[in-house]
DNA sequence: TCCACGATCGGCT
DNA sequence: GCCGATCGTGGAG
């Protein structure tokens, strides 16, 4: 398997998270190394009310004006970090947020990330729980804002080909979470994978 | 300078 | 189903 290209992350943003379905998120920490499939993701376009790029380039959003292959990583409810891929030209401001991926690698490291106190359960719900959300995810993958602008073509934090998804295995349905710009279908995840995320 | 609020989560009812 | 945590950001003044 091998690296995605910049081809990959240039094209328009709707194409790119599609296409994001079934590829492998790649982190490397010292010599541990994290992995896991992305099953959900959402798109957020330049010209729409919940990207936060909507109302132009701000300190907070400015690495998402990138070309695609950068990782926007963003902190939110004063208490959570979300990850997105930056998508698209240079200048434009467009992004996938990466809502939840199926751990693949490095899931001892992950439990230690997100049950880093208490002790948990011991059950499939906790391989289930690790990473069904945007902010599991990013916690899991210990993303934050040090991640923040990194570029997916270097050898800490990239992508790899994974699995083509068919287009009768994608489904479209409505963003969570936005007060704006609801109606647009531009959620988009794997059919029958028990790692998308709830609400 | 101020202040309302958010691309969430986990716990409690 | 609902609510509180917790704080950086950016729009308003």
């Not at 907070?60 to 409810?77: A, D, I, P, S």
């Not at 049950?115 to 990013?138: I, M, Q």
Request: hydrophobic share 35%.
């Amino acid at each position: 398997m091998h690296k995605l290209p910049p081809s990959f992350y240039t094209r328009r943003t709707l194409t790119v998270a599609k296409d994001l379905l079934g590829k492998i998120f790649v982190r490397k920490i010292g010599k541990k190394i994290l992995s896991g499939k992305i099953v959900e993701v959402e798109a957020y376009l330049h010209n729409d009310p919940a990207c936060h790029a909507f109302r132009g380039m701000t300190e907070r959003n400015k690495v998402m004006f990138n070309e695609g292959g950068y990782l926007y990583v963003y902190f939110t409810y004063g208490v959570h970090y979300c990850a997105n891929i930056v998508t698209y030209k240079k200048g434009i401001g467009e992004a996938v947020l990466i809502r939840a991926v199926e751990p693949i690698e490095g899931i001892e490291v992950m439990k230690k990330s997100r049950y880093s106190d208490v002790s948990h359960r011991e059950d499939v719900r906790d391989l289930y729980n690790l990473t069904n959300g945007p902010a599991k995810f990013a916690q899991a993958f210990g993303l934050e804002r040090e991640q923040n602008g990194i570029s997916l073509l270097g050898d800490e934090i990239f992508l790899l080909q994974g699995e083509q998804i068919p287009p009768s295995k994608i489904i479209a349905t409505t963003r969570i979470g936005i007060t704006a710009g609801k109606e647009r279908k531009w959620r988009f995840y794997i059919r029958d994978n028990p790692w998308i995320s709830k609400r």
